[in-house]
C-alpha cells in the first residue's frame, strides 16, 4: 500500500479497479482545513487522462509494472517483433499496442518494455532517435527569414517538420518525446 504522501510521478497504482499512472500530483495545504492532494492519472486501459482530489494520507494499492530490455527487430504488416534480451524470446504486438512508439522503432533500437500482469501496456523509447528522410521538397533560397520549416516523410512514416536546409536523404536525430527535429545525425 502506498500513501499520498509517497506519490511520485511516473508511479502506477490500482484505483477503482483500474491500473492508472500518475502524470502529474500537487499536496495543498490550505490555511483552513485539512491538506489533500490533487492530481492527475492517466488511465493504462483507455489513455483518458482523469483529475482526482484525494485526502492527504489516503491509501493506494500499488501496481507492479514488470520492465523488460528489448530489442526491435522488424515489422511484418501491423505486427512489430521485439527480442527480449535477457531471454532472448520473440515477442509480438501491434502498433496499435504501442501506439506512438511505433513510429519510432528502427531495426536493432533497444527500448524498455512496460508490463502489467504479463501484457504490454507501453514501451520507453531513447531520448533521440536516428532516421532517415524519405522524402522532402527541395528548400527554396531567400525564403529564410525566419526559422522556416518544410514537411519530410521519415523512413518509418512519419512526417515531421524539418529546416529548410535539410535534403532528401539525410540522416535526422528526432525527439520521441515531442515529435520534432532535433538536429541533424
Known amino acids: 500500500m502506498i500513501s499520498t504522501n509517497q506519490f511520485k510521478t511516473g508511479m502506477s497504482l490500482l484505483f477503482d479497479g483500474e491500473l492508472y499512472l500518475i502524470e502529474e500530483f500537487q499536496h495543498v495545504k490550505p490555511g483552513k482545513g485539512a491538506a489533500f492532494v490533487r492530481t492527475k492519472l492517466r488511465s493504462i486501459k483507455t489513455g483518458n487522462l482523469l483529475s482526482r482530489t484525494f485526502d492527504a494520507g489516503?491509501?493506494?494499492q500499488e501496481a507492479f509494472i514488470e520492465?523488460?530490455?528489448?530489442?526491435?527487430?522488424?515489422?511484418?504488416?501491423?505486427?512489430?517483433?521485439?527480442?527480449?534480451?535477457q531471454t532472448y524470446e520473440?515477442?509480438?504486438f501491434s502498433a496499435s499496442q504501442l501506439?506512438?512508439?511505433?513510429?519510432?522503432?528502427?531495426e536493432n533500437l533497444e527500448v524498455r518494455g512496460e508490463f502489467y500482469e504479463g501484457r504490454l501496456i507501453g514501451v520507453e523509447l531513447p531520448t533521440t532517435?536516428?532516421?532517415?528522410?524519405?522524402d522532402s521538397d527541395p528548400g527554396l533560397r531567400g525564403d529564410t527569414s525566419k526559422a522556416a520549416m518544410k514537411p519530410a516523410v521519415l523512413e518509418t512514416g512519419l512526417k515531421i517538420q524539418v529546416p529548410l536546409f535539410i535534403e532528401r536523404g539525410e540522416s535526422i536525430k528526432v525527439d520521441t518525446r515531442t515529435g520534432e527535429?532535433?538536429?541533424?545525425?
Open 58 to 60: 489516503e491509501k493506494f
Open 67 to 85: 520492465k523488460k530490455s528489448m530489442q526491435f527487430q522488424y515489422r511484418s504488416g501491423e505486427d512489430l517483433h521485439f527480442m527480449d534480451t
Open 90 to 92: 520473440s515477442l509480438a
Open 99 to 106: 501506439g506512438d512508439a511505433a513510429n519510432y522503432l528502427m
Open 129 to 134: 532517435v536516428v532516421l532517415k528522410i524519405t
Open 181 to 185: 527535429y532535433a538536429g541533424r545525425a
